[in-house]
């Protein structure tokens, strides 16, 4: 579907005021289909998900506290769709702290549970493949999967920083909030006709227990959440979370990868637009969601 299909959607749906601001935020993003096969098989600093990474020798393996992250995928830019937000070359490695999710009352919330690496295109000819530390254990650990990409746009979530900073949700204009979701987000659905699982690379989250971007915000900005009872303050902090960005969804497909998260669940990458224009994966803040 053409931005502009998208845009005659929103007009078709009595959106046409919201028009102009939602066709600036209608994003190229990814869907990541996953093909098991064993690691071995996948060339050293191609995309996968699963498996053991490709690291330079210096970067040592993340940790959060006193376990070793899950290595859940990396991401070879030079494979990419063009029209996503990344960098045209380099390798994106992502970590999750799997093993300490259900065990540590401090676990969610804290933006240290996931690590993104960056490795430039000087360092691809230093990378080989690490094997899995010991200490993770076997269900912590995602089996291997080939990548392919299959490029499409994307439109913001009806429960999204995005929504809410035109005056649409729940304490909102409702009726045009309804409008969005319940028909304009149906008719869009139709139009891709998707299946089962859904692990992405950009664009915009499908998500299942409402908003992320004001939660990443809350986090870095060092807000209280007593202060978004404010609608001055929320409204201020709404504006700033918009500038989040979704970096990658991996879904629940347990049969290739061998792990859900949570009750059939994602977990989702978010980064802030002026990191990612600065390549500043080291503040990435991992969400999980699930039913």
Not at 200 to 206: A, E, T, Y
């Amino acid at each position: 579907m053409s931005k502009e299909a998208i845009i005659q959607l929103l007009e078709q749906a009595g959106l046409e005021q919201y028009k102009q601001a939602i066709a600036f935020w209608i994003y190229s993003t990814a869907q990541l289909i996953l093909e098991p096969v064993p690691d071995v098989s996948i060339p050293i600093g191609s995309s996968k998900v699963g498996g053991n990474p490709d690291l330079p020798e210096e970067v040592e393996w993340p940790r959060w506290k006193n376990d070793e992250m899950t290595f859940i995928a990396q991401i070879n830019l030079a494979e990419c769709p063009s029209e996503l937000s990344l960098p045209q070359s380099g390798l994106l490695s992502f970590f999750y702290a799997v093993q300490s999710m259900f065990k540590d009352e401090y676990f969610f919330g804290d933006p240290d549970t996931c690590r993104v690496i960056y490795t430039g295109t000087d360092r691809l000819d230093h990378i080989s493949r690490r094997n899995t530390p010991g200490r993770l254990k076997e269900e912590a650990r995602m089996r291997s999967n080939r990548v392919s990409f299959i490029p499409e746009l994307s439109v913001p979530a009806s429960e999204s920083a995005f929504l809410e900073s035109l005056g649409l949700g729940w304490n909102g204009n409702r009726k045009d909030f309804n409008k969005y979701w319940e028909v304009f987000l149906s008719e869009f659905g139709k139009q891709w006709e998707r299946e089962g699982y859904i692990n992405r690379l950009m664009g915009h989250p499908d998500q299942i227990q409402g908003d992320m971007q004001v939660r990443c915000e809350m986090t870095y900005g060092g807000h209280t959440w007593d202060l978004m009872e404010k609608p001055e303050v929320r409204k201020q902090i709404v504006d700033s979370a918009v500038k989040w960005r979704m970096l990658l969804q991996i879904d629940s497909e347990e049969d290739k990868t061998g792990i859900m998260w949570g009750d059939v669940g994602r977990i989702y990458y978010w980064i802030h637009e002026n990191d990612l224009k600065a390549l500043r994966f080291d503040r990435v803040i991992c969400e999980m969601q699930c039913t």
